[in-house]
T-cell receptor, first 116, second 114 residues
Framework: KAGVTQTPRYLIKTRGQQVTLSCSPI?????VSWYQQTPGQGLQFLFE???????NKGNFPGRFSGRQFSNSRSEMNVSTLELGDSALYLC???????????????FGPGTRLTVL | AQKVTQAQTEISVVEKEDVTLDCVYE???????LFWYKQPPSGELVFLIR??????QNEISGRYSWNFQKSTSSFNFTITASQVVDSAVYFC???????????FGAGTQVVVTP
């Protein structure tokens, strides 16, 4: 089975721009979560989508948004980029067949975003 | 609130030495899940193990072993006979039973030199 894929792998943007990152989960997985990893803050949860609905959201400003499509693929968008948004953005998928979340999350390779 | 503490920032060992990574967690939930992930230089988080709060059995998988002790809220990870390929950052994480959010520790960098 193919793993979680993320595109693009690397991205360079300037302040004020917006960016869209894409994530394709493992086939059959219905839940997609996004995490931000920075040297200063470590790994932080952004949000989780399940069956096209946002189920959970972390403590990030409204500039960070996401969505999930009917095929479980997910995108996250960051508008009005700031220097502090430079990070590795990781996507994870899990089978999660219901409202419970006991399934393991499997991560993709990440998208390295640099904001200049 | 949930919290995961990995007090060791970096551990350096020579190949074939054993290395133990500490993980201490805090949660008010009675049902929760603990995880270990490995992050090699490539950046991808690789799943190693998952444990639920009702299963305190220790586990061994090849050179890896895990010691879960609810009494001390710890979930420690040992690499036996380390190899250079074990060099990576290792993260301990905690999840409750419902929300699907992983709370990660700060990670421990393991450096194995030949």
């Amino acid at each position: 089975k193919a793993g979680v894929t993320q595109t693009p792998r690397y991205l360079i943007k300037t302040r004020g721009q917006q960016v869209t990152l894409s994530c394709s989960p493992i086939s059959g997985h219905r839940s997609v979560s996004w995490y931000q990893q920075t040297p200063g803050q470590g790994l932080q949860f952004l949000f989780e989508y399940f069956s096209e609905t946002q189920r959970n959201k972390g403590n990030f400003p409204g500039r960070f948004s996401g969505r999930q499509f009917s095929n479980s693929r997910s995108e996250m968008n960051v508008s009005t980029l700031e220097l502090g948004d430079s990070a590795l953005y990781l996507c994870a998928s899990s089978p999660r067949t219901s409202g419970t979340s006991t399934d393991t999350q499997y991560f993709g390779p990440g998208t390295r975003l640099t904001v200049l | 609130a949930q919290k995961v503490t990995q007090a060791q920032t970096e551990i350096s060992v020579v190949e074939k030495e054993d290395v133990t990574l500490d993980c201490v967690y805090e949660t008010r939930d009675t049902t929760y899940y603990l995880f270990w992930y490995k992050q090699p230089p490539s950046g991808e988080l690789v799943f190693l193990i998952r444990r639920n709060s009702f299963d305190e059995q220790n586990e061994i998988s090849g050179r890896y072993s895990w010691n879960f002790q609810k009494s001390t809220s710890s979930f420690n990870f040992t690499i036996t006979a380390s190899q250079v390929v074990d060099s990576a950052v290792y993260f301990c994480a905690l999840s409750d039973a419902y929300r699907g959010k992983l709370q990660f520790g700060a990670g421990t960098q393991v450096v194995v030199t030949p």
